[in-house]
């Protein structure tokens, strides 16, 4: 069997395992244990939240992910779907279910891809960036951050242009 069908990979050197890997080992091991996914943003970017609470519903662990709908061909149709997986898989290592490596092969593969793939929308990418920021800053609270934002008298990061993208970086400091 290889170790793909096995449910880890080797990627430069590291063996990562798949989020799939992952999921299976959660089920196995915590049985009472739930895994859900919550949308925080659908447009672009897509920003998905997994969670894991015991089976009093005690929050355990949480993952975030973020996809653009622009930064590949397969994102066009399935950013979402792509966005959630890594969230999971983000979720799952904080949980412990990592392996050696935070990040599982999904999500090393996909950052290789983009690595490669010409910039489709430089706009876009600079709204990702910030987005990223202000998730880390607010500690992934969508509604803190659009509360923030409308404070400030800037729109959502999605509708803003480059110079307004500047200024919430500014003022973000």
């Given at each position: 069997?290889?170790?793909?069908?096995?449910?880890?990979?080797?990627?430069?050197?590291?063996?990562?395992?798949?989020?799939?890997?992952?999921?299976?080992?959660?089920?196995?091991?915590?049985?009472?244990?739930?895994?859900?996914?919550?949308?925080?943003?659908?447009?672009?970017?897509?920003?998905?939240?997994?969670?894991?609470?015991?089976?009093?519903?005690?929050?355990?662990?949480?993952?975030?992910?973020?996809?653009?709908?622009?930064?590949s061909?397969?994102?066009?149709?399935?950013?979402?779907?792509?966005?959630?997986?890594?969230?999971?898989?983000?979720?799952?290592?904080?949980?412990?279910?990592?392996?050696?490596?935070?990040?599982?092969?999904?999500?090393?593969?996909?950052?290789?891809?983009?690595?490669?793939?010409?910039?489709?929308?430089?706009?876009?990418?600079?709204?990702?960036?910030?987005?990223?920021?202000?998730?880390?800053?607010?500690?992934?609270?969508?509604?803190q951050?659009?509360?923030?934002?409308?404070?400030?008298?800037?729109?959502?990061?999605?509708?803003?242009?480059?110079?307004e993208?500047?200024?919430i970086?500014?003022?973000?400091?």
């Open positions: 069997m290889s170790k793909k069908e096995t449910g880890v990979v080797n990627i430069r050197g590291k063996e990562y395992k798949t989020v799939a890997l992952r999921v299976s080992e959660f089920r196995e091991k915590h049985p009472l244990f739930s895994l859900t996914t919550t949308i925080v943003e659908a447009g672009d970017p897509v920003i998905v939240r997994a969670e894991i609470a015991d089976e009093s519903g005690r929050i355990i662990a949480t993952g975030h992910a973020e996809e653009l709908r622009s930064a061909q397969i994102n066009k149709t399935s950013a979402l779907e792509n966005c959630e997986t890594s969230a999971i898989g983000r979720a799952l290592a904080a949980f412990g279910l990592a392996g050696s490596e935070f990040a599982s092969a999904d999500e090393v593969a996909n950052a290789i891809h983009q690595q490669s793939a010409p910039s489709a929308d430089p706009v876009a990418e600079y709204r990702a960036r910030i987005g990223k920021k202000l998730m880390a800053a607010f500690g992934g609270d969508s509604q951050i659009k509360e923030w934002l409308e404070s400030k008298g800037f729109k959502p990061v999605r509708e803003s242009s480059i110079a993208l500047k200024k970086e500014e003022v973000l400091g």
